[in-house]
């Protein structure tokens, strides 16, 4: 499911330098397309294309040959640039510092400063279109009412559904409007009403928040002949349960990715929260939370897991951490007993053994290895 964005006029202006005679031109070499592609995941249905309309741009890209590559660059995630012309396509990860990353090929393409600046551009104007506006939970309660009526779309699948914020003074307790729209949401769920939390995009009169739903019917009802009996939970940023008024730390993983920010997140993250963030992707069945704390994306460990994870139910600290400051280490070992449970299976007690690993003070934990041992 692909969204077109079409930016405004003004920063056409400023990141387009297309004139009315240049375009007028006939072209007589097989023309290549520039697109800007955000996904949440690879596995999304939900992308953002944006077309680059900056012949400089477009100049650059053609005229810069690449350069061999043999170790990847940081890349934002998310982002690629898919080049196609004609029948040929090559696909672009987009570096933290804008180089243009071929993964495939081991090639990069260097820019020049100012067509670095109107690739920013662009590639912020996409992401911007793609994602919800991270929220904290007192003002989106303004923007999503009560009685209010909204529209949820999935990150992942791209589907979307309307509903009504019924209550909730904690988080919004909302419900699908019509059965039509409980059938979007249980599609979303592969047919099956579960707890698994989904970052989602909460639409209300031009504005996008970040949020987080759950797919389980519970509680109170109130709209009748819709199929849903009782109400479902969207969280927000810093938004708390009813019952024990605390954070989910699930929904807030879950918020950060609908807006885009799960890199941001990770940044800023403890070695312990990164471990957290990875369980909290284990339980959720999200691949790319599972995804994003590990160093190496190559990792057999990582495809270990990503390949097990349609069979696993639940991951289950065993305590929770005690938070200790790592100070100036840059490499930790840390042991984290759990239980798992695998469908159709007992549980099972294991221990985690992390390793964890950073460059420097200033830079972000990764998940350097994960080595599982059967606890007693």
């Known amino acids: 499911m692909n969204k077109w964005i079409i930016l405004p006029l003004a920063l056409l202006l400023g990141i387009g330098g297309q004139n009315a005679a240049a375009s007028a031109k006939p072209k007589k070499e097989i023309m290549t397309e520039f697109l800007v592609v955000v996904k949440a995941s690879n596995e999304a249905e939900l992308r953002t294309e944006l077309r680059l309309q900056s012949t400089e741009l477009q100049r650059s890209l053609k005229k810069n040959e690449p350069v ?23 696909v672009y990860e987009v570096g933290r510092g804008l180089e243009l990353y071929d993964r495939q090929h081991k090639q990069m393409r260097l820019l020049p400063e100012s067509a670095k600046h109107k690739l920013d551009l662009y590639v912020r104007a996409a992401r911007q279109a793609h994602y919800g506006k991270l929220t904290p939970w007192k003002e989106a309660e303004r923007i999503v009412a009560r009685k209010a009526i909204c529209q949820v779309t999935d990150l992942e699948t791209g589907l979307s559904f309307q509903v009504q914020r ?28 579960s707890w698994r939390r989904r970052a989602v995009l909460v639409s209300k009169e031009g504005q996008v928040l970040a949020g987080s739903m759950h797919g389980m019917p519970h509680g109170g009802d109130g709209i009748p002949d819709n199929d849903f009996s009782g109400h479902f939970c969207i969280h927000f940023l810093d938004s708390t349960t009813h019952g024990s008024n605390q954070v989910d730390p699930d929904h807030q993983w879950m918020i950060y990715k609908a807006a885009g920010q799960l890199d941001e997140k990770l940044a800023k993250a403890s070695p312990y929260e990164v471990i957290d963030s990875f369980l909290i992707g284990l339980n959720q069945q999200d691949r790319e939370l599972v995804r994003r704390g590990f160093a190496d994306q190559a990792s057999p460990q990582l495809a270990f897991y990503l390949d097990g994870l349609a069979r696993m139910k639940a991951v289950k600290k065993a305590k929770p951490f005690d938070g200790k400051d790592p100070g100036e280490a840059s490499t930790l070992e840390i042991p984290v007993p759990v239980t798992v449970w695998f469908n159709g299976q007992q549980p099972e007690r294991q221990v985690f053994v992390f390793t964890m690993k950073r460059s420097g003070r200033d830079t972000p934990w990764k998940i350097d290895s994960l080595h599982p041992i059967s606890g007693k």
Do not use: F, N
């Open 166 to 193: 019924r209550a909730g003074s904690s988080h919004a307790d909302m419900q699908p409007l019509t059965k039509a729209d409980t059938a979007i949401m249980k599609q979303i769920y592969e047919g099956k009403w």
């Open 68 to 90: 061999s590559a043999d170790e990847a660059v940081p890349v934002i995630a998310d982002t690629q640039i898919i080049a196609r012309t004609g029948q040929t396509e090559t």
